[in-house]
């Protein structure tokens, strides 16, 4: 028989593709996570994870309980860092450092029609101020102009 601080789930996944949205819906109906066994270490090896129309690929996490921390890494082709889950989740914010961010925008991947506006695909380049030619008013024409 194990201790106490053994006990818990360890958990390994290898799969080409996940869609994770459904999962998170499950896990929002759950109330009662006290009786949910803990998670001490979770590795995630994913060709392809699908988050709220977003796609990771690959998508790796390798998470091991450290006090009562999940604390490791995670990577993906939009980011790169080490992420800490602490236990107490609804108090305690998580915290995820990176070392890579990815932030392209691809107006062609946005989620729903309120997202959706035309963007210029090049914008071009504004002239400086002093390539700008004014434009002479004729009160400014000349100073004869002005002196009557």
Not at 12 to 41: C, F, H, M, N, Y
Not at 79 to 89: A, K, M, R
Not at 110 to 122: E, I, K
């Amino acid at each position: 028989m194990e201790s106490t601080q053994q006990q818990g789930l360890r958990i390994k996944v290898k799969l080409p593709e996940l869609i994770l949205d459904p999962w998170l819906e499950l896990a929002k109906g759950e109330s009662d996570t006290a009786a949910a066994p803990k998670i001490r270490q979770l590795n995630l090896d994913l060709e392809r994870l699908l988050l709220k129309g977003t796609e990771f690929t690959p998508f790796r996490l390798s998470l091991e309980e450290q006090g009562k921390v999940l604390t490791g890494d995670v990577s993906s082709n939009h980011f790169e860092g080490t992420i800490e889950i602490p236990g107490d989740i609804q108090q305690t914010p998580l915290r995820l450092n990176l070392k890579r961010l990815d932030i392209t925008f691809d107006p062609d991947i946005l989620p729903g029609p309120m997202m959706r506006f035309p963007l210029p695909r090049s914008i071009p380049p504004a002239s400086p101020p002093w390539k700008r030619r004014l434009k002479k008013s004729p009160s400014t024409a000349s100073p004869s102009a002005r002196c009557s």
